[in-house]
Nanobody
Framework: QVQLVESGGGLVQAGGSLRLSCAASGVITRTVTMGWYRQTPGKQRELVAAMTSGGITNYADSVKGRFTVSRDSAKKTVYLEMNTLKPDDTAVYYC?????????WGQGTQVTVSS
């Protein structure tokens, strides 16, 4: 059974940094695509960053140069380092594991960036 647990969200001022963590169980993180998505009320969930099993990363244009996705396979944890945060980054952030054609989601962690 795949379980993903996010942590590290919180309230931060604009220009600040946060690091989100996604602890995975029931899946070998280095063998699947792991991603971070975010969602605000009334909007669709959007991709923020992802890392394939081969280590290839992909970022939304809005976060390129500010966010970095990484993984620690030994700890079965995926991270999202977020720098130079903006109020527009405020959202619930979700961790995703894509296994074949199925997406598994964590419960989400709130990130709030104040101006």
């Amino acid at each position: 059974q795949v379980q993903l647990v996010e942590s590290g969200g919180g309230l931060v001022q604009a220009g600040g940094s946060l690091r989100l963590s996604c602890a995975a169980s029931g899946v070998i993180t280095r063998t699947v695509t792991m991603g971070w998505y975010r969602q605000t009320p009334g909007k669709q969930r959007e991709l923020v960053a992802a890392m394939t099993s081969g280590g290839i990363t992909n970022y939304a244009d809005s976060v390129k140069g500010r966010f970095t996705v990484s993984r620690d396979s030994a700890k079965k944890t995926v991270y999202l380092e977020m720098n130079t945060l903006k109020p527009d980054d405020t959202a619930v952030y979700y961790c995703d594991a894509r296994i074949r054609t199925t997406d598994y989601w964590g419960q989400g962690t709130q990130v709030t960036v104040s101006s």
